[in-house]
């Protein structure tokens, strides 16, 4: 899954300098999370980082893009350049829901 930030974030630019894969920008208003860069942190850490720096704990998981954690390492080895985009991290990114193996 994808996280996203809420309007509860007080800008306060901790989380951007954490993200292993430069998902996190300043939007319009608040920081924003681009969805095809977020891996959960996935192929870089155990848990999200952002998450765990956030002082007001603002930054939940996104429901329409639940994701596998297939999905998430794919797109990893994608943004690491690992190797070319697979079919399931071209749906990923598309905001397809991708299905769970059997
Ligand atoms: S979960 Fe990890 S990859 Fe996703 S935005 Fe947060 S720090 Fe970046
Ligand atoms: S750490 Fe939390 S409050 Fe700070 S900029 Fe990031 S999302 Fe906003």
Redesign the pocket.
Known sequence: M??WITDECINCDV?EP????Q??SMGPEIYI?DPD?????VG?FDA????QVCPVDC?PIRPDRLESREVLMARYRWLMRLEPPTAEAIAAAAGASVPQPD
Do not use: G
């Open positions: 994808a996280l989380c954490e993200c292993p894969n998902a996190i999370i860069r977020c891996t959960e942190c870089h999200p980082q952002c998450v930054i």
